[in-house]
T-cell receptor
Framework: DVKVTQSSRYLVKRTGEKVFLECVQD?????MFWYRQDPGLGLRLIYF???????EKGDIPEGYSVSREKKERFSLILESASTNQTSMYLC???????????FGSGTRLTVV | KNQVEQSPQSLIILEGKNCTLQ??????????LRWYKQDTGRGPVSLTI?????NTKSNGRYTATLDADTKQSSLHITASQLSDSASYIC???????????FGGGTRLMVKP
């Protein structure tokens, strides 16, 4: 089975801190994604990547950046965390566009 | 605009009963439709995936149907168990680009 691992289940950070959320997949997938999930808003795409060193903005990229130096690892960076970035963050990967998405277990980030 | 609407938003049933969740979509051109189960505080886990030519697919007690003409899908849960309590998310892929459109989910609670 494809495994997508997010490094932390729960994180608490202070306003203004730089935050790194790490995601690793073990099936050599080209495509990786970061979503955030909020009550009443569902899942919203932040950034995605088709290949190493490539990145594309999703629907809500403001306040975030990403890094993909290796194929298996896709990092989400909050440059200066704010309270409105308190959310559940989900990483996903897929081998083919639009097919075979596997999600990680999620990281619940609280910014205080 | 691509949209996925799910109903009901929430549902409470007694253990052992059956239930059906609905998903209507306007995604075009259609590629595939997935049902995910998401336990509280965890990432979504895929239950079924259907392409245009498939109209029924089962995974244990879960049976998904797809009517591509009316752009509707349903997820039927048979003989519900307490562990079925979760959110169920319908996700539709377009046949272009790499974007998914997520439904808002149905929160199911199974009571003893």
């Amino acid at each position: 089975d494809v495994k997508v691992t997010q490094s932390s289940r729960y994180l608490v950070k202070r306003t203004g801190e730089k935050v790194f959320l790490e995601c690793v997949q073990d099936m050599d997938h080209e495509n990786m994604f970061w979503y955030r999930q909020d009550p009443g808003l569902g899942l919203r795409l932040i950034y995605f990547s088709y290949d190493v060193k490539m990145k594309e903005k999703g629907d809500i990229p403001e306040g975030y950046s990403v890094s993909r130096e290796k194929k298996e690892r896709f990092s989400l960076i909050l440059e200066s965390a704010s309270t409105n970035q308190t959310s559940m963050y989900l990483c996903a990967s897929s081998s083919l566009p639009n097919y075979g998405y596997t999600f990680g277990s999620g990281t619940r980030l609280t910014v205080v | 605009k691509n949209q996925v609407e799910q109903s009901p938003q929430s549902l409470i049933i007694l253990e052992g009963k059956n239930c059906t969740l609905q998903c209507n979509y306007t995604v075009s051109p259609f590629s595939n439709l997935r049902w995910y189960k998401q336990d509280t505080g965890r990432g979504p886990v895929s239950l079924t995936i259907m392409t245009f030519s498939e109209n029924t697919k089962s995974n244990g007690r879960y049976t998904a149907t797809l009517d591509a003409d009316t752009k509707q899908s349903s997820l039927h849960i048979t003989a519900s168990q307490l562990s079925d309590s979760a959110s169920y998310i319908c996700v539709v892929s377009a046949d272009a680009g790499n974007m998914l459109t997520f439904g808002g989910g149905t929160r199911l609670m199974v009571k003893p």
